[in-house]
């Protein structure tokens, strides 16, 4: 009898007070992130977590390849680094200058052809340095493309077309005034570098940067063996997509690499490890343009720069190409670093590079999970929206932008899985929640029970109860700032749900046939000169292309669901091709995602 009364306390004993276990490992922390982030997708992709400092490099991945083989994403796994090239060239860059070769301030002119009129405005010439910090006046894009197909717009663009464009591009600003992106500008300078070494960019990157770092898997042109380790990249709609070649224009985002050699590059940044590059990196880092705004990044050679909220400086880039994103970034006060490399089109990646390097990585010093009685979960479960008693005055700088403002922030919501508990942000804005927590649904544990912390970051999370017991809102704790939060319904948010992609089905070529030809959609409000629409048919494959202002350039591939609805795979698109009672095609419906349906008649013959 005193033995069952015994059980009976102790099992009381384990309900009414929480179980402690060990902090987790940041790695594992990293680890179940990234696969809440990938299975939430529910498609064949990967994500490769790289983190560095005084302690030694950690390599997290969870995911696949999907190049043809089951292999899982790993620190040798090569992707599209994107405009993460642009901080290789102004390395070259910086390097030059140390050889005495180039400068600075020297006009870009001085190292093109004679035949090349670079565009002046104001009798002000565009410099080495106006290219390296995005201030040149030049744009993103050249007007002269004209590619063959779209979804690889760079593949025939010559450095003859390049000049040309430069020799006939007007200014519309003074060079050195503004800061605007210009992925052109860089890719110049690239040109401009490879032409004064006498050889090519992809042989400076590899002679000058990659063999001193033993940095054997970062190229531009591969290998079989590197080939073998490339994943294949998926773009937002879900479908497989080509790596882009870039042609001519190597120097703004024509490079692969893998987590492990971007670690190396990482590490010679920071000084972690002995190189020779380490003092010309670390000059590549000085600020050459301030935008003079708390909400912006300064700008380095290449590099972006801007303190934290607690003055530590955070130097970062991020690249994106159709279906890859990357992001490398490095805390110069706490000498750690992060690199973050996925084979699909990854959403707010480089908010998840912050975060990254913000939190704790130190056992010790991470919050410790304390088990709570599972019953008590459902609690949490439901809607929660800002309160009142939110902060009307604040800055999140240099994270975001919004400031004095508690009328756009976005809903919280809060659902239950078995034992463990996941936020969201829930609603058409995403702000302060895309600040305050990890992109994605994020995973809640519980230090007692009613305080929570982000499992990834650690940040804290508060519930708040009545009288009664009741879970009546919430708070999060970010950096000395506290956001309140009402909870509003005990209805869970939905599951954010990955897009599906369409599937094509195999037509006969005669109804394949009978969509080909030309179209002619009159002029509206999003192609106020009309369009034009060609569809013709190489092999069992429809392509098409569109002429008219304010239209992509180049063909690209159409495919079938039915006789007549037609998709695209590289924007949520489709044309719908509308028949008469004998069965040919007269019309087609242009219908893209968030924007009215266009008409357009079929021609009978091109003088029409």
């Not at 939190?359 to 010093?365: I, K, M, N, V, Y």
């Not at 932008?401 to 609603?427: K, M, V, Y």
């Not at 700032?481 to 089905?505: C, D, G, L, Q």
Request: some cysteine; aromatic content about 10%; overall charge neutral.
């Amino acid at each position: 009898m005193i033995t069952a009364v015994r059980v009976v306390c102790f099992t009381i004993l384990l309900f009414a007070f929480p179980f402690c276990a060990e902090a987790e490992d940041f790695t594992d922390a990293i680890h179940a992130y990234l696969q809440q982030y990938v299975e939430a997708h529910k498609a064949n992709v990967g994500i490769v977590v790289g983190i560095v400092d005084e302690n030694g490099s950690s390599v997290v991945s969870y995911g696949k390849m999907d190049n043809g083989t089951d292999q899982d994403v790993n620190g040798d796994t090569l992707f599209d680094i994107a405009s993460v090239t642009k901080t290789f060239t102004g390395l070259l860059l910086q390097d030059m200058i140390e050889r005495g070769e180039m400068k600075l301030d020297d006009p870009v002119a001085k190292y093109l052809p004679a035949s090349v009129k670079m565009p002046t405005r104001n009798g002000k010439e565009i410099t080495l340095l106006h290219l390296a910090t995005h201030t040149s006046g030049l744009p993103g894009v050249p007007d002269n493309l004209d590619p063959k197909r779209a979804d690889n717009p760079y593949a025939d663009y010559t450095v003859e077309k390049l000049y040309a464009f430069l020799s006939g591009y007007k200014m519309t600003r003074d060079p050195g005034a503004k800061f605007e992106y210009s992925g052109l500008g860089m890719r110049l300078l690239g040109q401009a570098i490879a032409l004064k070494a006498g050889t090519n960019y992809e042989s400076l990157v590899v002679d000058r940067i990659c063999r001193p770092l033993k940095m054997d898997s970062t190229r531009i042109t591969l290998t079989p063996e590197l080939k073998a380790r490339f994943a294949q990249g998926h773009n937002q709609l879900g479908y497989a997509v080509s790596s882009m070649d870039y042609g001519a224009l190597m120097g703004g985002a024509a490079l692969r690499s893998t987590v492990n050699d971007l670690l190396k590059y990482v590490s010679a940044n920071l000084g972690l490890m002995p190189s020779r590059l380490t003092p010309l990196m670390e000059k590549t880092h000085v600020v050459h343009f301030s935008h003079m705004m708390p909400d912006n990044e300064d700008t380095g050679l290449a590099w972006g720069i801007t303190p934290d909220l607690q003055g530590r400086k955070i130097v970062c880039h991020g690249g994106g190409a159709p279906g890859y994103r990357a992001w490398v970034g490095f805390d110069k006060t706490r000498r750690r670093g992060v690199v973050i490399l996925s084979d699909f089109a990854m959403d707010k990646i480089t908010r998840t590079g912050k975060v990254l390097l913000e939190s704790e990585w130190q056992s010790d010093r991470r919050p410790t999970e304390m088990k709570i009685n599972s019953r008590v979960y459902g609690s949490y479960v439901g809607q929660y929206r800002p309160s009142d008693a939110a902060p009307r005055r604040f800055k999140l700088w240099p994270f975001s932008r919004h400031e004095d403002s508690t009328t756009s922030q976005s809903n919280l919501g809060i659902r239950r899985e078995g034992d463990r508990l996941f936020a969201q942000a829930t609603g058409s804005k995403s702000w302060p929640v895309d600040v305050l927590l990890p992109p994605g649904d994020v995973e809640l544990l519980s230090e007692s029970e009613n305080c929570f912390f982000e499992r990834l970051s650690g940040m804290p999370m508060t519930f708040s109860r009545n009288a009664r017991g009741k879970v009546t809102g919430l708070k999060m704790d970010y950096q000395g700032k506290v956001f309140y939060y009402k909870k509003i319904s005990n209805e869970p948010p939905k599951v954010p749900e990955s897009p599906k992609p369409r599937v094509a089905i195999k037509l006969d070529t005669k109804l394949l046939d009978a969509c080909v030809g030309h179209y002619e959609f009159a002029p509206n409000a999003m192609f106020p000169t009309g369009m034009k629409l060609t569809i013709w048919r190489e092999g069992d494959q429809l392509v098409s292309q569109c002429w008219g202002k304010n239209v992509g350039q180049g063909a690209f591939d159409i495919y079938p669901e039915s006789e007549t609805n037609f998709f695209l795979k590289t924007a949520d698109e489709q044309f719908i091709f509308i028949k008469n009672k004998e069965g040919e095609v007269t019309a087609a419906i242009d219908h893209e995602a968030g924007l009215p349906d266009i008409k357009g008649k079929k021609l009978k013959n091109l003088s029409e």
